[in-house]
């Protein structure tokens, strides 16, 4: 399973996740929600806070294994290509 990492929508706001091959959201991977894309994207450079749920440990896990996210001062950073 190898899902881009990006900003979605949602009614509660954006947030940084990942889409399935039929682009359906597949995961929520930021704690918080973003009041505007800009700021879901600088987050994703910057570092965000994960969203600390059973079900997200073990993708997380997986993510930072397989380089698509490093830790940084406590918070998830996103890898630039």
Not at 4 to 23: N, R
Not at 33 to 57: I, Q, W
């Amino acid at each position: 399973m190898n899902y881009q990492i990006q900003v979605l929508k949602s009614a509660a706001g954006y947030y940084i996740g990942q889409v399935d091959e039929d682009g359906f959201p597949f995961s929520r991977l930021s704690a918080s929600y973003f009041a505007t894309r800009g700021a879901a994207n600088d987050a994703m450079c910057v570092g965000f806070a994960p969203k600390a749920s059973a079900e997200n440990l073990q993708l997380l896990e997986d993510l930072i294994t397989n380089n698509r996210l490093e830790v940084v001062a406590g918070k998830q950073l996103l890898k630039t290509p």
